[in-house]
């Protein structure tokens, strides 16, 4: 079955970095656009990121110029380099794969189980 399982979550302070990864399976990876989505305490999910198969990218303009995603299709893994933390990146982050290149829920299909990542100021 499929399977997205998120790693590299953490705490650290504000101006720090972190960088996620994403290991995917069960699927033919390179059938579905990539996204990082997250979560904060009391907030609705929010896109962050997405990649198509041929390097193409999106981002919330939110993170831009901070945060990059890629992504290693002959290991089937997502990642995500975050730079600049500030305290509202603070949110759990969750993989997904989706039929389309936006950050919205409805595009995608798959769903990880989330890493946490928490910045002190």
């Known amino acids: 079955q499929v399977q997205l399982v998120e790693s590299g979550g953490g705490s650290v302070q504000s101006g720090g970095s972190l960088r996620l990864s994403c290991a995917a399976s069960?699927?033919?990876?390179?059938?579905?656009?990539m996204a990082w989505f997250r979560q904060a305490p009391g907030k609705k999910r929010e896109g962050v990121a997405a990649i198509d198969s041929d390097g193409g990218t999106i981002y919330a303009d939110s993170v831009k110029g901070r945060f990059t995603i890629s992504q290693d299709n002959a290991k089937n893994t997502l990642y995500l380099q975050m730079n600049s933390l500030k305290p509202e990146d603070t949110a759990m982050y969750y993989c997904?794969?989706?039929?389309?290149?936006?950050?919205?829920?409805?595009?995608?299909?798959?769903w990880g189980k989330g890493t946490l990542v928490t910045i002190s100021s």
């Open positions: 997904a794969a989706g039929r389309c290149l936006l950050l919205e829920d409805y595009c995608m299909d798959y």
């Open positions: 069960g699927y033919t990876y390179s059938d579905y656009y």
